[in-house]
């Protein structure tokens, strides 16, 4: 390693996992090509990895805010790149970054030469914390509920959000992690397959979701403003089926979602309310990696025999943002987006603001993290394409983490809605 050479990580080498980093390298020849790898593993010890070629400056530097990368897992300025671009070698693989309590560690190196063989001339390592100082992590068992509690440092009220992060069994505490870093107290729940949970479900109860908010509601540190809802893929239908059936719900973020309740029927108090939409594999292609495409696998909500699946929004109070990709192969989410947002419409109401990503995939989580092409379907059970083009979705998650918490500041924070409403 070369004594000359420097890779710096700016402002520091530790920071938030949400937060972006700059990559600096110094002490190269002028116009040196070099190298930049990023390398990382994930919660079930599975190593990503991502690289790129950059040449350095006149003065033998390489930003990687500045300068364009010529080649290897992305081109072009990318401040970001060798983070959202890291991938497994596997395919088919998923970043699982699930446990709050672990930092997500890259560890950054330069070496000569565009093959990325050469010579290791620096290195250095990024840090990047899912927990912010000061905010506590409360495991959650009681009565039926399952899951972790953040609540922000101090004396509060804070806003309350659930977080349905998606299906799939489990638990993910990263996006209640960091959005409690930004001053909401945030409760991750687990569907099925965590603790003493069930393995598998073959229905799911609203009773459940009743009691989680009752839970957040009677928080000493909970702001008495009704709670708000975050959600993504499944959840999402699940999230619009506890903002019309139950009380306190003020703001529901629906993340390519859908307008129908999904695959598992839904109960409360012991009767259904609502049937599964369920899919037709006949509908469903085959990718070049071997992933299935199911973007058009879904029966039509609105057909009459399914009229049964389709959640009645319109009855709801709260708030709603509505986010959908346009590259979703998971299924049609801009279709259903355009459903919701008429049906609302019909009824008068305009209790909802939407936004659309073009180039951006079924995932769409908080920002800086590896994208994923694809990954295990857990109700198909076996890959599926998720869709979207690495540098769209990867700003997409920028755009939309600021967008999150912008709208539960806004519609749950009683002085905050007030402000903006004047404005």
Same mark, same amino acid.
């Given at each position: ?33 070099? @190298? ?55 395919? $088919? ?18 070496? *000569? ?11 250095? @390592? ?28 101090? *004396? ?9 992060? @998606? ?42 979701? +009743? ?33 019309? $059936? ?27 309310? $609502? ?89 769409? +989580? =908080? ?22 083009? =690495? ?33």
């Amino acid at each position: 390693m070369s004594s000359l050479v420097r890779l710096r990580l700016l402002p520091s080498a530790q920071c938030l996992y949400s937060q972006p980093v700059r990559v600096l390298v110094d002490g190269l020849r002028s116009s040196q090509v070099v @190298t930049v790898k990023a390398r990382a593993t994930d919660d079930k010890g599975v190593p990503f990895h991502a690289s790129a070629v950059y040449r350095a400056d006149a003065g033998g530097a390489v930003d990687l805010g500045r300068e364009p990368s010529l080649g290897g897992s992305y081109t072009g300025v990318e401040p970001m790149g060798l983070l959202w671009s890291l991938r497994a070698d596997a395919l $088919h693989t998923k970043f699982c970054k699930s446990d709050s309590r672990r930092p997500h560690v890259v560890r950054f190196s330069v070496h *000569d030469g565009e093959a990325g063989a050469g010579p290791l001339l620096a290195e250095a @390592t990024n840090e990047r914390r899912l927990l912010a100082d000061g905010v506590e992590r409360q495991p959650i068992k009681e009565g039926n509920i399952r899951g972790v509690l953040f609540v922000p440092p101090g *004396d509060g009220p804070f806003p309350a959000v659930l977080d349905l992060y @998606t299906f799939g069994g489990g638990l993910s505490e990263r996006r209640a992690s960091l959005l409690a870093n930004g001053g909401l107290m945030v409760l991750t729940l687990a569907l099925y397959g965590h603790d003493d949970q069930p393995k598998k479900v073959t229905k799911l109860h609203l009773d459940y979701f +009743e009691e989680a908010i009752q839970l957040l509601r009677k928080h000493p540190k909970a702001m008495d403003s009704g709670v708000g809802l975050i959600s993504l893929s499944k959840s999402g239908d699940l999230a619009l089926s506890i903002a019309t $059936h139950l009380p306190n719900v003020k703001a529901t973020t629906w993340i390519n979602g859908c307008c129908s309740n999904v695959v598992l029927p839904l109960y409360y108090r012991g009767s259904q309310i $609502h049937s599964a939409l369920m899919y037709d594999l006949r509908r469903v292609t085959v990718t070049e990696s071997g992933a299935y495409n199911v973007k058009h696998g879904l029966h039509d909500p609105l057909a009459p025999e399914n009229e049964g699946s389709l959640i009645p929004i319109e009855r709801a109070t709260g708030r709603f943002l509505f986010v959908a990709a346009e590259d979703d192969l998971n299924w049609d989410s801009c279709l259903y987006l355009n459903q919701l947002t008429e049906r609302l419409r019909r009824q008068g109401k305009d209790n909802f603001e939407k936004v659309v990503y073009p180039g951006a995939g079924h995932y769409l +989580e =908080p920002p800086f993290g590896p994208y994923c092409p694809s990954s295990f379907h857990g109700v198909l059970g076996a890959p599926v394409a998720w869709g979207g083009e =690495p540098k769209a979705h990867a700003k997409a998650e920028m755009g939309l983490w600021n967008k999150i918490q912008e709208f539960f500041r806004t519609h749950l924070v009683p002085e905050a809605g007030a402000a903006k409403a004047r404005l």
